[in-house]
């Protein structure tokens, strides 16, 4: 499976991006999706999670109650929408996915596939 992740780009700390990761060729409707993150300098980290069935999300301590994961099945994506951004947002962001309905995963070994990342810049 080939994920293509965007939506990326340079916003104001406050302001709000969404990004979107849809694979090639495949429905996803039957994969769990996570998204992580690798600030300049650091790891890659976990950000947010959501099952298959789209019924179980899970969210870094970071994020939480400022980004949502959430699933349109009808346009094959998974989007991961981001408000009240800050500038330690700043990273390169990637989508993952593997196969399963239920259940979520926030270890990048736990995720067979990936997109290429894209870039999300956030000014103070």
């Known amino acids: 499976v080939q994920l293509q992740a965007c939506g990326g780009g340079l916003v104001q700390a406050g302001g709000s991006l969404r990004l979107s990761c849809a694979p090639s060729?495949?429905?996803?409707?039957?994969?769990?999706v996570g998204w992580f993150r690798q600030a300049p300098g650091k790891e890659r980290e976990f950000v947010a999670a959501?099952?298959?069935?789209?019924?179980?999300?899970r969210y870094a301590d970071s994020v939480k109650g400022r980004f949502t994961i959430s699933r349109d099945n009808a346009k094959n994506t998974v989007y991961l929408q981001m408000n009240s951004l800050k500038p330690d947002d700043t990273a390169v962001y990637y989508c993952?996915?593997?196969?399963?309905?239920?259940?979520?995963?926030?270890?990048?070994?736990?995720?067979?596939?990936w997109g290429q990342g894209t870039l999300v810049t956030v000014s103070s």
């Open positions: 959501l099952s298959g069935s789209g019924g179980t999300t």
């Open positions: 993952a996915a593997d196969e399963g309905i239920y259940g979520v995963r926030v270890r990048q070994s736990q995720y067979a596939y």
């Open positions: 060729g495949r429905p996803f409707s039957n994969y769990v």
